[in-house]
């Protein structure tokens, strides 16, 4: 089963393919679902295939907005282009831009987004018929299920299930409270996220009396579930025919990349994680609680009740080594505030998880020994630690 990997810039499909993605999807600068996303020019596009490539892995590229009449000609330029340069597959939602696609005769294969809010094995193979290869599967399914619509395909047309990420209020990320709040719409990719913000009641007979709906200290989230994670379920849906799983996070950190992509490799290698273990692994990354959706049957109200990470466990990402090296040593580039003597945590590409300790002297790359180094600049070390290796600092254990 495939590990399909989120990338906003060049940089972090990098980090995607070295921490186990077998696939990347990514988007250009139209036609994606995620416009505030760094996105790829067609230059970017064409190294990151070719890097791809270069490692037996694969790229896809979004072109999942609903586009308007006058947008079809740009989008079908554009699928054209990426066809050129090598991308595997389109991901489409609209069902206009797919045939649209289909007339182009395009080397790429066409995959149908979450967008389409696929919810039955008749939808699936109805794209089937009309050229798809693959059909994301919507969030709003049961295992129960996914399984059902996979027993029905028997094979017939790949699927794909998101399993780890950040879920709208929506179904199937189709929503409107961007459009009615603030003119960006979520389905052209210009979603403000509205539904993160923090509201308060208003009573109809008492206008301008705002009363708080206690969730937490913070304030309260109507709109805000927690972040999706399947990692107890990935073995139920590889067993089902599944053929891909997908992590959400275009516009996330390296940081998250690492982290995310290294723990579900390990899954979809064979590792058996319980809750408690996956969550005190997820919980390094800032979230807003963690939740396995409509994956478990129903949806509780604790579904959708923000909370923060544990407290145990979260870092603060302070540094990564680059691929070259100077003056025969590992460079690293850091990212945070780092003293001399700091004990650090290092996740390497492989999954590992070790401890670090800083030389109380750091030398830096403009040839001076430094007790504390900061943001964007350059730490030789001389132990031989392997590119994209990543250090951060726990808060607390």
């Not at 492989?350 to 401890?355: C, E, H, P, S």
Request: charged share 25%.
């Amino acid at each position: 089963m495939e590990l399909l990997a989120p990338a906003g810039t060049l940089e972090k499909l990098r980090w995607a393919a070295r921490y186990g993605a077998d696939a990347v999807y990514f988007g250009t600068h139209f036609g994606s679902l995620r416009s505030y996303a760094g996105n790829f020019s067609l230059e970017d596009a064409e190294q990151g295939l070719r890097e791809l490539h270069a490692l037996g892995k694969q790229g896809y590229v979004t072109l999942n907005i609903y586009p308007y009449s006058d947008e079809f000609d740009r989008l079908q330029k554009l699928a054209g282009q990426l066809d050129d340069v090598g991308v595997d597959a389109l991901i489409v939602a609209d069902l206009g831009v797919f045939m649209a696609l289909r007339k182009l005769d395009l080397r790429a294969r066409l995959h149908i987004s979450t967008q389409a809010h696929t919810t039955s094995w008749q939808a699936v193979l109805a794209y089937a018929e009309l050229g798809a290869e693959r059909v994301n599967l919507a969030r709003e399914l049961t295992l129960q299920q996914v399984q059902e619509i996979q027993q029905a395909l028997a094979g017939r047309v790949e699927t794909e299930v998101f399993i780890h990420g950040a879920v709208c209020f929506s179904h199937s990320g189709r929503c409107a409270i961007s459009d009615y709040l603030t003119g960006h719409g979520g389905n052209r990719g210009e979603c403000k996220q509205p539904c993160r913000w923090k509201y308060k009641l208003v009573e109809e007979k008492r206008p301008g009396q705002y009363m708080d709906y206690f969730e937490d200290e913070r304030g309260s989230y109507f709109f805000n579930p927690r972040e999706l994670a399947l990692f107890e379920f990935v073995p139920a849906l590889q067993e089902a025919g599944v053929a891909s799983v997908k992590l959400e996070g275009r516009m996330k950190s390296i940081h998250y990349i690492a982290q995310v992509v290294s723990f579900y490799r390990q899954v979809l290698d064979g590792r058996r994680v319980n809750w408690d273990e996956g969550l005190a692994l997820l919980n390094r990354l800032p979230n807003r609680g963690y939740s396995t959706g409509f994956m478990k049957g129903e949806i509780t109200p604790g579904d959708y009740a923000f909370d923060a990470p544990s407290s145990s466990g979260e870092s603060i990402f302070v540094g990564n080594v680059l691929e070259e090296k100077s003056e025969g040593c590992a460079v690293l580039e850091v990212r945070n505030r780092i003293t001399g003597g700091d004990q650090l945590e290092l996740l390497t590409p492989d999954g590992k998880v070790g401890t670090y300790t800083m030389p109380v002297w750091m030398k830096t790359r403009d040839g001076d020994s430094r007790e504390v180094v900061n943001n964007s600049q350059f730490v030789l070390l001389e132990q031989d630690l392997p590119p994209f290796a990543l250090l951060r600092r726990i808060a607390a254990f």
